[in-house]
């Protein structure tokens, strides 16, 4: 009996002291993932009140610029767009704007960040370009990038007739023949189980809010906080998923662990991934005054591929036609641009790569809100019927 009671002890002191390390080693993780996030949070500035026009240019780092539309009349929507030099691109019968046209426009270096005002509109911004901003974070922006690229070649994308890849997330219109308001279904394989496909979901999710929070933090507050109020006017739910009805808080599946943001704010209703992506001139029709993006990626992978010499670009160059402005593709830019004024961007050689997110507003796609909450009448139980339905 002695012997046995040794044993039970001795069991019991074992226990004891591996469910000891056990929460000890449960108390570092979390430690230090509570470091990790507070490291990201400082380095991209999400917790600081956006920066007016004002204060970035008094850090000496961003140029400002007084500078007004022209006369745009002449360039006409769905023009190709290509910068000067690589009119090799232009297929035959195509009709394309080489830019820039003359010495009237401005180009924006890679290196340069810079913000245009409108000397009309009491100094109001029409184009915001600002690099760098997760540089202190070389980690974090691989791995956006590779849930851009897996994102890419998991989903359907929408405009197809432009070149490139664009894939939407969060709620959408539906088709243009079926308006109906819904999220975005877009995954192509139909054999994935429930779990990989929430993955996925979460996984877009994820860097969808991170770029949402940082786009807020580092464009100017002339910026951020009207889209913010176009937002909570609007009244449109924030992103989600299937099976998922919280609209509050992200997880960033990091190589070394998860990071959950837990009461951060998620992305808007509506966002995008893309990968050499290629728009003609355009407008958009945006309830909020201004649409954003995050340049995540910007490489030359094949230099033979690309041919480049004497005069040419890289291509896949953003162009503000209405202010005569192109600003040059680099890794890890912020923008926001005014939707009404005409823009695309220049076709790009082969052997570049270039990807991104964006946040938009589209018309279209409140205006399909705006029906099913006549007939439904209840935000909030639309969007939990809605993001718990079945696939």
Partial sequence: MDVDHRLVSLRHRSLKE???VYFIQCRKKENAAHSEKHTIAKALGLHATPPTAQSLAATGMVKVVIRDCFDDTGYKRGTLLVDRGNEDLVGSGNTALSVPVDES????EPDESIIFI????IGSVSLAVLR???SKCPDLLTYVNSVIDEAVNDRKGVRPTHGGDLIQFGWNAGPQHARVFGLVNNLTSKRLSMTARQQKDSHALGILALSWNLLVASLPAEVSISCIEAINEAGLPSMTVKCNNSDSG????????????????RAPSEGYMSQNYESPIH?????????MNWVTFHSIVDPDQCQLHGDRSSGGNYVDVSLRVVV????????SMQPCFKHGTTLAREGVCRQGTAINFSKHIKKAFDEAIAIEGDVKAM?????GEKE
């Fill in 105 to 108: 426009w401005y180009v924006i």
């Fill in 250 to 265: 992200y997880t960033l599946d990091l190589p070394d662990g998860s990071l959950c943001f837990s009461t951060a704010e």
């Fill in 383 to 387: 969007v939990t019927q809605l993001a």
């Fill in 132 to 134: 760098g901003k997760c």
């Fill in 18 to 20: 591996a469910l000891r």
């Fill in 328 to 335: 040059k593709c680099a890794t890890d830019t912020v923008m």
């Fill in 283 to 291: 407008t958009d029709q945006l309830y909020a005054p201004y649409a």
């Fill in 118 to 121: 409108d000397s009309k509109g």
